[in-house]
């Protein structure tokens, strides 16, 4: 049984850095893509990039200047560091994995979430 | 980028119902589809892969269907649990959208 648990300050002043981390349990990172989603209070999801075990990332292309994701496989562990965060980026934020095989790609297990309240 | 849009936003029905909700991609994402069901203050959980494969555990009520632009979710008959709001997801590009989801409340 995967199981993902995350943490990271749960309030961030604008303009600065949100940092998020998420220890897998479980499962090496070598066996599956790592993932960040995130939920603002009351709407939809809306996925953030993922990184494998090498550290090769993909971003969403509306985040992708501000995001950075990475690993550090000595400690079972991914990252997510988003700058320059505004009131917008207030939102629960999930880590998750994807599948192998026929599930490769696949959200199948997430963290418990975290929220983020951007604020002064 | 692929954007998602599902419909309806909200979907009124009573226990034993069938339902269905349409997600559509704005362009072909052959059969890389996802859909998943979140509970509030939950995380998202998967129920379909690949538009129309089961996720173990995952009541038989629960179908999936649709290839290229269009796709859908069917409950057959739907269960007091299954009251959640619904999010398809493509896995076919990067953005990696999700449709805006589909809360179906009970009448």
């Known amino acids: 049984q995967v199981q993902l648990q995350q943490w990271g300050a749960g309030l961030v002043t604008p303009s600065e850095t949100l940092s998020l981390t998420c220890a897998v349990h479980?499962?090496?990172?070598?066996?599956?893509?790592w993932t960040w989603v995130r939920q603002p209070p009351g709407k939809g999801l809306e996925w953030i990039g993922e990184?494998?075990?090498?550290?090769?990332?993909s971003y969403n292309p509306s985040l992708k200047s501000r995001v950075t994701i990475s690993v550090d496989t000595s400690k079972n562990q991914f990252s997510l560091k988003l700058t320059s965060v505004t009131a917008a980026d207030t939102a629960v934020y999930y880590c998750?994995?994807?599948?192998?095989?026929?599930?490769?790609?696949?959200?199948?297990?997430w963290g418990q979430g975290t929220l983020v309240t951007v604020s002064s | 980028d692929v954007q998602m849009t599902q419909s309806p936003s909200t979907l009124s029905a009573s226990v034993g119902d069938s339902v269905t909700i349409t997600c559509r991609a704005s362009?072909?994402?052959?059969?890389?589809l996802a859909w998943f069901q979140q509970k509030p203050g939950k995380a998202p959980k998967l129920l379909i892969y690949?538009?129309?494969i089961l996720e173990s555990g995952v009541p038989s009520r629960f179908s999936g269907n649709g290839s290229g632009t269009e796709f859908t979710l069917t409950i057959s008959s739907l269960q007091p649990d299954d009251f959640a709001t619904y999010y398809c997801?493509?896995?076919?590009?990067?953005?990696?959208?999700f449709g805006q989801g589909t809360k179906v409340e009970i009448k």
């Open positions: 998750a994995r994807t599948g192998a095989g026929a599930q490769w790609l696949v959200l199948m297990g």
């Open positions: 479980g499962a090496s990172l070598s066996e599956y893509y």
């Open positions: 990184i494998n075990h090498t550290g090769s990332a």
């Open positions: 362009q072909s994402i052959s059969y890389w």
């Open positions: 690949k538009a129309s």
């Open positions: 997801q493509q896995y076919n590009s990067y953005s990696r959208a």
